[in-house]
């Protein structure tokens, strides 16, 4: 807690948006407060980019979204990444300064085509900015994108030819 007593005397804190105080808790609390934003029985589709373009670059795509984002819980995630040279052979290493990330999350089956392409549109409208993707948020059925450094994908067809001969394991999402 002492550590975070600087926080306690931002001399800005009153020009903030929202202010929140420290506040101890556990991991199943934090769990249940971050699912909130993600309900079951929803509909969802997610894209992603990762960027190291700058503020004035990104600033017309970001409106953009905003402007058309579908209501909660669709939401849009902006931060800094610190990419890490420990971790620069991994296999999906196209990290980079910054992180997007657009949710769209619905409920009901009569809005699909409503907000089927909503993330995948505003993500492709800002492609030309983008250094990679980020597997796990994206959707690359709806917008093919690179996730893999051209050195790690010779590795991993390497691995693919070396315990995979025949080609049992579908690849065709590897090649974007």
Do not use: Q
């Amino acid at each position: 807690m002492k550590a975070l007593a600087p926080l306690g005397t931002c001399p800005v804190v009153d020009k903030a948006i929202v202010s929140l105080p420290y506040a101890p808790t556990n991991l199943a609390n934090w769990y249940t407060a971050v699912m909130t934003n993600y309900p079951k029985g929803h509909r969802y589709i997610a894209d992603n980019m990762f960027t190291s373009a700058c503020a004035e670059e990104l600033l017309p795509g970001i409106r953009k979204i905003i402007e058309t984002m579908p209501p909660h819980p669709s939401h849009f995630i902006f931060t800094g990444w610190k990419t890490s040279p420990a971790r620069a052979d991994m296999v999906y290493g196209l990290e980079d300064e910054i992180y997007l990330a657009l949710y769209t999350i619905w409920h009901d089956p009569a809005d699909d085509d409503r907000y089927r392409n909503w993330a995948a549109s505003n993500m492709a409208a800002m492609a030309h900015l983008a250094t990679g993707i980020s597997l796990a948020d994206e959707n690359l059925c709806r917008r093919p994108a690179r996730f893999i450094t051209e050195p790690n994908m010779a590795r991993l067809e390497e691995v693919r030819s070396a315990y995979d001969p025949e080609g049992r394991f579908h690849s065709w999402m590897a090649r974007c």
